[in-house]
């Protein structure tokens, strides 16, 4: 089968939900499926140089193609002409395409050239269909949704969300849609023989380490966090935190949280690691002894499923649509958007070594369960196969 995935952009800065397109293409030729991945060369906004990656190239990469396309004329809005170019000449030799995003001006002009060529495709909404996703610039999205997504939700095949929960609560401006439900992946970690992450980041060895691993945005939750933590702090609960994730497309508000915590009594049980990846960002998800994620709204939670998978207990609020799984297998805690659960959650986890121990086992056997690539391929597989027989 020949399948196209299509994404604005791979970059780190983007974080995992336009990652995982890598480890889904991966699993998908593993599983004998054919992939070309579209995407371009978008680094960040202005500020940032593109990836330093060759252009219009079919690039080989884990058993699949990529090619990277040059941002162009907008490349603050990771729009490529010649990506859509190269769509609109080559589509019709493809099965189906999933498009990754929506609001992103390539992403809606893939799935219009879709349409027009007949390609069945698949729409993933990353939750951008959310209603509290929608509240940002309003009327913006509802004429660009009306306008533009509207017509692109009616064409497609089907609309990937996923969880039930997101499935549930999303907008589609009017349109009846063929919903699939499948949950993204993540790398079953191998456990490291030595964690260097404390001694690295000189973090005490003597008390438990609180993560938190993702985006610095306002959707996250750190406004709940920071006044739970501080809370801890005050009642003397021995723990230590770690601010892991950056955001350099609203550098400002991430400044304001590092700022907060260095006028806190939070100040010194905290490192702030910023971005992290590779080797690090495995051994500090190894090295927690919780890992919290007090979000507003999370249409999946990816940073959850790699904690999850890591062998680490989390603490999610009940917005972080992976949270009826996490509560099925005792994997963690799930509380309300309230600072007063939050801390009082925290404080009973800190608690009980044994419990987080338990815990942390649930944690890698729910993503053993549910969260392998290799699994999630063959049922994605199935998914695409089913959509383009009826093209």
């Known amino acids: 089968m020949r399948l196209l995935q299509i994404v604005p952009s791979v970059a780190l800065v983007y974080g995992g939900p336009s990652q995982m397109i890598l480890g889904l293409s991966a699993a998908l030729a593993a599983q004998g499926a054919e992939v070309t991945l579209l995407t371009t060369n978008a680094n960040g906004d202005a500020g940032q140089p593109p990836l330093d990656v060759p252009l219009a190239q079919l690039l080989p990469q884990d058993g699949y193609q990529v090619i990277y396309f040059r941002c162009s004329p907008w490349r603050r809005y990771k729009f490529s002409l010649p990506l859509l170019g190269w769509l609109a000449r080559h589509g019709k030799s493809y099965d189906l395409a999933h498009i990754h995003a929506l609001f992103s001006p390539v992403s809606t002009a893939s799935a219009a050239i879709a349409r027009f060529l007949e390609l069945p495709y698949l729409l993933r909404p990353l939750g951008t269909l959310d209603p509290a996703d929608l509240q940002k610039k309003r009327q913006l999205k509802q004429v660009y949704g009306w306008l533009l997504e509207r017509p692109n939700l009616a064409g497609a095949a089907g609309v990937h969300f996923t969880s039930q929960e997101e499935a549930q609560i999303s907008e ?22 030595h964690n ?28 709940l966090l920071i006044p739970a933590l501080e809370q801890l702090v005050a009642a003397d609960k021995n723990f230590y935190f770690v601010l892991a994730g950056a955001n350099p497309q609203d550098p400002g508000y991430e400044t304001q949280i590092q700022q907060q915590i260095q006028g806190s009594i939070l100040r010194t049980r905290t490192k702030i690691a910023g971005f992290v990846s590779g080797e690090l960002k495995q051994a500090l998800l190894q090295a927690a002894d919780l890992f919290v994620l007090p979000s507003y709204y999370e ?82 597989l199935a998914v695409y196969e089913t959509l383009a027989r009826r093209r």
């Open 196 to 223: 260097c992450a404390r001694q690295q980041l000189a973090i005490p060895e003597n008390c438990p380490l609180i993560l938190f691993m993702s985006r610095i945005d306002r959707k996250k939750g750190l406004d």
């Open 299 to 380: 249409n999946f939670g990816i940073a959850v499923a790699e904690a999850l998978a890591a062998g680490t207990p989390v603490v999610i609020s009940d917005r972080v649509h992976i949270h009826p799984q996490v509560s099925a297998y005792g994997a963690g805690w799930v509380v309300p958007t309230q600072v007063a659960d939050l801390a009082a959650q925290l404080q009973q986890a800190l608690a009980s070594a044994d419990d987080r121990r338990r815990r942390g086992e649930q944690a890698r056997r729910l993503a053993e369960d549910k969260y392998t690539w290799s699994a999630i391929a063959k049922q994605m």
């Open 172 to 193: 589609r401006f009017g349109v009846k849609t063929q919903d699939i439900v499948l949950p993204l992946g993540v790398e079953l970690p191998v456990r490291l023989s």
